[in-house]
């Protein structure tokens, strides 16, 4: 089975609008019927995706930083003994492709850091945070860098993302 | 589930005696039925106990140095980017307990990597390499340091060694 | 002694322009007067600025990637074991300002490290690649996200930098 | 210039006996003169051996955990980010030679590192602690696995160390 990271917001979960919350349940869901998910393991975006992967019986698996314990809904946690930033980078190296939502400056990182790894990365348009603030500076509107190293694709909906991750890693 | 790691001679597992191939295999499936199995998820060893885990249908989790790809019998692998030695402290810190078999300078530092982060270690004594290399320098015959920061176990069974992980960890 | 970090384009220094070459320059002899100067102990931006340190009888410190050696100029190399980016993370946790000169995406993760890590980075304007790039995504003209978690100033000259450099650390 | 690493004891210097204290500062000394000295950058001998370093106006770099601060002897400073013992590989990877003084668990951990990295341990016999116990396991008196990959030395005093050191590495 290929492999899907999701990345994006942390935090309380419960904060989240209604749509956001619905959007990374439905993600989760969606990818856990074909794929393996890989997250950061924590709260926020993370714990909706794993919520909606373990609704349909998939996968999931969390990269956390130093010793923490991952959200109830990861199926299982590795802890990485390594900072916030470093264990993102093991987080990127392990998968097919990278779903972005939203996000802050970890969230910006993991998109560079899967992009420096040769790792398609698929923004989901109008979630805010670095997946839309990264959008003003792609070259060429799909590139991070004049390397050319991996696309980085925009998604305005589910179906489009799924679209996209068949067309790059398959079903 | 607790999480148990099994480590110990890498190499091909085809030249392993026949006597420590059924050892490994044994291992992986009593411990597959019980419990999380992590392992480096590289080959000898490590490929075995993941066969005898997959044989009863448990799971085993491979991390793996680089971006090496684990064996064909682990469930899950993780990538860790790292060298074979760094990559063996996020292996020991991941679990409840290590169980050890045989092996050369690499077993050895995960066995003190363990019980430098406080995980207690069963040897399967009589296998050889470092497992019985380092009862030679225990402290009180359980500690590797003054610190004391977790026991050392011997066992010369499967038996044994289930006994002590159910007294150490629960079932 | 305060310390700086200076990143940015990696590559053959001898096919930077001649404007570029004599700022990396330039800016290692002023840096190497006052500070210890950290680089990612390689080729272009890194073993110009180190070039410039050692002409002032400075001190710079190379943080390199897995077991390379530094270039020639950097005063002590640390081999880190670690690829690209995880020992960029190394680079800037140990400085207490960051300093950018152009750069593709290994210099815009550690602008982009630096500031996770909460630690100022004085952006070189005009020197194209990430330096130039960043400017467009910036908060209220100086954060990287809504924590504000450090300050990203921009400078169009050493001298600016300079003055950055004795307002945020001192001399 | 070559590069030495320096292991052994942690702990308040003040409370080391008078013996191992001069012994510390001694290495330090000598080493100083000729090499450029690693150690953990902490207390105890790494503190006491980068005294005898700065003494003789040599240079030491502390290879720190976290983003721990170093003694006051040592001249630079890298702060790694890792924990204790990921950090111990780092220390390592990066010199030529590692002499060893007593030593709990982390002690044990760095010669095995070393060795497991091919780099040749000096034992400062009569130490205590990990020098002195791993002396038992030597295999042929002087390797520590059957894959030979690094000589272990004895020394039982720092004329003999010197001596090792020449022959291994010159001045």
Not at 47 to 59: A, D, F, P, R, T
Not at 80 to 103: A, C, E, H, P, Y
Not at 140 to 153: F, I, T
């Amino acid at each position: 089975m290929k492999r899907v990271a999701v990345i994006g917001y942390s935090g309380n979960p419960h904060l989240f609008s209604l749509s956001l919350k619905e959007l990374c349940i439905e993600i989760g869901k969606e990818l856990g019927k074909k794929y393996i998910v890989y997250t950061g393991g924590r709260d926020g975006v993370m714990e909706l995706v794993s919520k909606g992967v373990k609704e349909v019986g998939g996968v999931s698996l969390g990269i956390l930083p130093f010793e923490e314990d991952g959200n109830k809904y990861v199926t299982h946690q590795i802890q990485t003994g390594l900072d916030f930033q470093m264990r993102s980078f093991i987080l990127v190296k392990n998968v097919d492709v990278v779903v972005s939502i939203g996000g802050e400056i970890g969230t910006a990182i993991e998109i560079l850091g899967a992009y420096s790894n040769r790792k398609p990365v698929i923004l989901m348009s109008g979630t805010g945070g670095w997946t839309d603030r990264i959008q003003k500076v792609l070259i060429e509107g799909k590139y991070l860098d004049n390397r050319k190293l991996a696309v980085v694709y925009k998604a305005t909906s589910i179906l489009e993302m799924l679209k996209i991750l068949e067309k790059t890693i398959g079903e």
